[in-house]
């Protein structure tokens, strides 16, 4: 059974540094692993989408990275400001005969001090 | 940007009354997945659609809850009756394929069962 890790729970820095969000996953046969932000009662908003093939996505200040064969990907944030506060989930989706279900992570909770 | 829809916002019910909430899709999104979130945990997934056709309920507790899609298009999530466990944020989220395509979700119906 797929398992999704996410280090640290929590994770409080002030303005403008930058910082790396962990997530680590059990079982390597994925088709892509997703990264979410999600603000306090909201939905999930999609940030970065990496296939199997791939091994990074940028998009703005954010970077994230994927080694499936060591079954970790990273979220890397630069320059971090207030607005980035959330909690970020990381999500993987397995390859399986039936069905595609997104398995995540229990999300790592930022927060950017001004 | 096209959006998944979902009503209502919030839900309060109280214990053993019926309650349904509403998805509508990305236009053209095949695959529709209702995911259920307790609040600091990640998502799990309740069922999956593949036009209207359920791929994936095993984790659906069918004594109390039914899904459908009639039409392929949108979709309602019912529960009957409602329990003070299933206090939680109800998700829905849309792809275009069931394998290499990012999910969008919606922003989630709050359900509060008292």
């Known amino acids: 059974k797929q398992e999704v890790t996410q280090i640290p729970a929590a994770l409080s820095v002030p303005e403008g540094e930058n910082l790396v969000l962990n997530c680590s996953f059990t079982?390597?046969?994925?088709?892509?692993l997703q990264w979410f932000r999600q603000d306090p009662g909201k939905g999930l908003t999609s940030l970065l989408l990496?296939?199997?093939?791939?091994r990074e996505q940028t998009s703005g200040r954010l970077n994230a990275s994927l080694d499936k064969s060591s079954g970790r990907s990273t979220l890397y944030i630069a320059a971090s400001q207030p607005g980035d506060s959330a909690t970020y989930l990381c999500?993987?989706?397995?390859?399986?005969?039936?069905?595609?279900?997104?398995?995540f992570g229990e999300g790592t909770q930022l927060t950017v001090n001004p | 940007e096209a959006e998944v829809a979902q009503s209502p916002r919030y839900k309060i019910t109280e214990k053993s009354q019926a309650v349904a909430f509403w998805c509508d899709p990305i236009?053209?999104?095949?695959?529709l997945y209702w995911y259920r979130q307790i609040l600091g945990q990640g998502p799990e997934l309740l069922v999956q659609f593949q036009d209207e056709s359920v791929v994936d309920d095993s984790q659906l507790p069918k004594d109390r809850f039914s899904a459908e899609r009639l039409k392929g298009v949108d979709s309602t999530l019912k529960i009957q009756p409602a329990e003070l466990g299933d206090s939680a944020m109800y998700l829905c989220?849309?792809?275009?394929?069931?394998?290499?395509?990012?999910?969008?979700f919606g922003s989630g119906t709050r359900l509060t069962v008292v």
């Open positions: 999500a993987v989706r397995p390859i399986e005969t039936s069905g595609s279900r997104l398995t």
């Open positions: 236009s053209g999104h095949a695959t």
């Open positions: 990496i296939q199997s093939s791939q």
């Open positions: 989220a849309s792809s275009f394929g069931p394998h290499n395509d990012g999910y969008t």
């Open positions: 079982d390597s046969a994925i088709y892509n």
